[in-house]
Structure formats: C-alpha cells, structure tokens
C-alpha cells in the first residue's frame, strides 16, 4: 500500500550520497520478461507480509507456540525487514542494484525453505527473519532496476502502473491464498509456494535485467544493527510482560537494552556521514507528523489482521479458507478508496483526506472494542472490515503525499526508504504492543469466568475478552494519529496529476 511512495524514490539519493546513479537508463534487451521478473519478486515479499496471518492458528498447534509468543511469527519477517531496508537500499547504489536484488532472492527462497520445513517454533522464527533480511535487500532494489531497465516516459510509466498493481495484489491476495493453502494442503505450503517464484528470478534475472552503475558510498552498519536489535529488544520485552508482568525481570531487562540501543542508534547517525536513516527529515513539523501517522496506522492494522484471525477461527470457528474469504471486502475496500483518492485529492488537498482515512481507521477500530462470543461476522466484523479499508486507502495514500511533497528532489529516496521503514517497524512494534493487551485481558478473563462456563467455552471467553483488550489499546492508536492529523499535519493541496 506504500508502493507509490517507493516510485518516487527511483533516481535520487539523499545529500550524503555521492550523487545520482551515473549510469543512464536505457531500455533493456527483453523489457517484458525484465519487468516480470521484478514484478514477480515483490508479488512474492508482498504476498508473504499477509499470508502466514490465517495460517497462524494452525501453525500454533502443530508447532506447539503460546498464543502470545505466536506474533514472534510476524514480528521476526517485518522486524528485519524495516530495520534492514534502507541498508539494502544503500547497497544496491555500492554494489549494484541487481546484484543485491538476486542475493536478497536467493536468501528470501532457501529462507521460505526452511520455514516450510520448520520442525520447531525457534526454527520458524528464524526462517522468518532470514525472510525478512532477504526481502530488505530484494525490496528496495527491484524498483530501483524498474527505473534503470525501463526508458523514463511512457514505458516506465507503465511499467510501474503494473508494478503497483501487482504489489497491491500480492497483499490483498495474500490473506484468501493463505486460507486455500492451509486447507487443502498444509500451512508449509504457504512458504513453500515462494520457492517457484524465487527459483525464476534467480535463473532469469542475470540474462534479462540489466545491471546499474554503482557510486561510492559508505554501509552505516552500527546503525542499522543498533536500530533493528533495538527495536527487537523493545518488542521482547513486551511480549514477555504480556505472558507475565510488568515486574518479570527478562522483560526489564530487555527494555533497558532496547532504550539504550535506540539512544545510540540516534548518536550514530548524528555523527555518520551517510546515515541509514538521517535525522533531518523528522526536522519539518508536517512530515514528521506524517511519519508518526503512518507508523500508528501500520500498527493498527497488522494488529487488526493478526486479531481478526484469531478470533474468526479461535471464537467463530471459522476455518481457514473460510476465514481468507472473509478478508476480501476489506481488498475490495482498500482497491476502491486507493483509486477514488487521486480523483479527490485536488479539490480537497491532503489533510482532510488524511483526517477522513484515520476517522474511519479509529471508528472501525473502536467497533472491534465490542466483540465477545456473542458476536457473528455479520454484525459486528464486516462492518469494521469494510471500514479499515476505506480509511486505510484514504489515509495511507495522502500520508504518502505528504511526506514525499515534503522532500527536496535530492532527499526523495531517503524519504521514502524512511516510509518504508515506519510501516514495517510501525506493524511489528504496535502488534507487541498489543499482544501485551491481549494478555492481560485473557489473564484477567481467565480469572473472572462467568459462573458454570465449561472449558471450553471459558477458553473461547476468555479469548475473545483478550481481543476486545488488544483492540481497546488499538482506539488510542488511532485516538493519536486523529490528534496528529488535526493539530501537527499542515494543510497541503497538490497539484491536479498527484497520486
């Protein structure tokens, strides 16, 4: 849903870069099979960001995960990911952009490989933060090749009408393909089907892309690592306080390490001369707000679809093919607002579309504070799904707006490396943030059980009491990004071709 903010990054670099890209961009021998390669590659990274999530319940009972450890699943592929972008988009400028994008595939399929074969959780989750390395080097990458390989004009143009297309596919797909997969298969399939994808592009892609020029630079390793360790310790901690308390000493433990280590990451890259993620540009009050909305927008709803899972399988009953269809008005929601945004963007300039977006978020979300046991999707779930995706087109497009009509031309790919990133760290960091809620809520459930309540029946109650928590915390999200948008975003009117 980011995908036209990562379009505008194509060509530019920001002031600590050693220029543009000196090699020009020239059309490639077979334009057709170059932009299907790339086109199939991020189909695949954005088909796994939401295909595990309706295979999860399975791959808790098969693997033997606690319910609160089973975000760790999520957690690990967009924890590296975001925290791993920008440094893979700075080394496919060093290296070369092909290159990088072939090794972030190949990492990204043997990855999917043994997850698929997993024989324990710990086994998984690391499968699943190779995924994410993989697709930190593959991601950013291929759009820089689409650039490259493709004459600027009509062709590219095109080209990345395509792109985009694809990409917001592999999302909307991701959920409903998880549900046939994990029927009639097996959740393996769900990270084996990768493995065919990845295989192509790897043969393919040294015949078919052509290869960019490099420039010199400099990798800010310390950052990346002290950013992405940090932010991995700051989730642990809550997830440990979510199957525990506030006082369980691995959990403090791990919140002294996060803290001290995002401290440090923000003293390195004041000092670096290429910064992973440079601090000027949370300098202009509108983008920085802009940057804090789309993390808390992330964060709802990676969570939204890592609770709504749970609770159509776990309270409902729903299967998970079942459970898949059961997304497809939210796709419907997002593809029709995601369209209707550039047509109303004009009139009524960025911000009053970004106020209606996160209105609509935070309503769906506060409707989801109402589920219990009683509740059937009907009443009280397509509501909010139809909802989370009318708001999300409309907040997450003119979000996207804002931060990139903000950015000089020479800082463009910065800015939106740093978009990137806050959605995926902004999904991992909300999700453990509302595993904590769920936790404690289930706990309090657990203690609290309505008289005569059977087993059962008390396991479902306490569930869906455990949800109703998460999604509590969740309204406060979407509360703050209302404030944000009100009181910290500046109105902004683009001119009539934007989005």
């Known amino acids: 849903?980011?995908?036209?903010?990562?379009?505008?990054?194509?060509?530019?670099?920001?002031?600590?870069?050693?220029?543009?890209?000196?090699?020009?961009?020239?059309?490639?021998?077979?334009p057709g099979i170059a932009l299907a390669l790339i086109v199939s590659c991020e189909f695949m990274l954005q088909l796994d960001t939401t295909i595990m999530n309706v295979a999860l319940p399975t791959v808790q009972d098969d693997l033997g995960f606690s319910r609160t450890a089973?975000?760790?699943?999520?957690?690990a592929f967009l924890l590296t990911f975001g925290g791993l972008l920008l440094l893979g988009g700075r080394a496919g400028d060093i290296l070369g952009h092909r290159k990088v994008f072939i090794t972030g595939t190949v990492l990204f399929t043997l990855a999917s490989a043994l997850g698929g074969l997993a024989p324990t959780a710990e086994t998984l989750v690391v499968a699943r933060a190779l995924q994410g390395i993989g697709a930190a080097l593959a991601a950013p990458t291929g759009i820089a090749l689409l650039a490259a390989n493709f004459e600027e004009g009509k062709a590219r143009n095109r080209a990345f009408a395509i792109y985009s297309t694809v990409a917001g596919s592999g999302l909307a797909l991701g959920l409903?393909?998880?549900?046939?997969?994990?029927?009639?298969?097996?959740?393996?399939?769900?990270?084996?089907?990768?493995?065919?994808?990845?295989?192509?592009?790897?043969?393919?892609?040294?015949?078919?892309?052509?290869?960019?020029?490099?420039?010199?630079?400099?990798?800010?390793?310390?950052?990346?690592?002290?950013?992405?360790?940090?932010?991995?310790?700051?989730v642990h901690g809550f997830i440990r306080v979510s199957e525990n308390s506030w006082g369980d000493p691995v959990a403090l433990v791990s919140f002294a390490v996060g803290v001290v280590l995002m401290a440090v990451f923000i003293a390195v890259e004041r000092r670096a001369d290429q910064p992973v993620m440079p601090l000027r540009l949370f300098t202009r009050r509108t983008r920085a707000g802009a940057y804090v909305n789309l993390l808390l927008i992330a964060a709802t709803l990676t969570s939204m679809w890592f609770f709504?899972?749970?609770?159509?399988?776990?309270?409902l009953g729903y299967g998970p093919l079942v459970t898949g269809l059961a997304f497809l008005p939210m796709a419907a929601a997002v593809f029709a607002s995601s369209q209707f945004v550039p047509r109303i963007l004009p009139?009524?300039?960025?911000?009053?579309?970004?106020?209606?977006?996160?209105?609509?978020?935070?309503v769906a979300t506060v409707w989801l504070t109402r589920l219990s046991v009683d509740s059937d999707y009907p009443t009280d779930v397509l509501g909010p799904l139809v909802l989370f995706g009318l708001g999300a087109g409309l907040a997450l497009v003119s979000h996207n707006l804002v931060v990139m009509s903000e950015a000089a031309p020479e800082e463009s790919g910065a800015a939106s490396g740093v978009l990137q990133a806050m959605l995926t760290v902004g999904g991992s960091l909300g999700l453990a943030l509302l595993v904590t809620a769920h936790g404690r809520a289930m706990r309090s459930a657990r203690e609290n059980l309505p008289t005569g309540m059977g087993e059962a029946d008390g396991e479902r109650f306490a569930l869906a009491e455990g949800i109703n928590g998460a999604f509590r915390l969740g309204s406060v999200f979407a509360g703050i990004g209302l404030v944000v948008a009100v009181f910290v975003v500046r109105a902004q009117r683009p001119a009539p071709a934007a989005g």
Do not use: Y
């Open 70 to 75: 089973l975000s760790w699943v999520i957690n």
């Open 1 to 30: 849903m980011s995908q036209s903010s990562r379009q505008r990054s194509v060509g530019h670099g920001d002031k600590g870069d050693a220029g543009k890209n000196p090699a020009p961009a020239r059309p490639t021998r077979s």
């Open 347 to 362: 009139r009524f300039g960025t911000k009053p579309v970004a106020i209606s977006g996160v209105v609509l978020v935070g």
């Open 308 to 315: 709504l899972v749970q609770f159509l399988q776990g309270v």
């Open 176 to 234: 409903v393909l998880g549900g046939i997969l994990t029927t009639g298969l097996s959740w393996r399939w769900v990270l084996f089907i990768n493995i065919p994808f990845g295989a192509l592009v790897v043969a393919l892609a040294p015949r078919f892309i052509d290869e960019t020029g490099r420039k010199p630079g400099r990798f800010d390793i310390a950052g990346a690592l002290t950013s992405t360790v940090g932010m991995t310790a700051l």
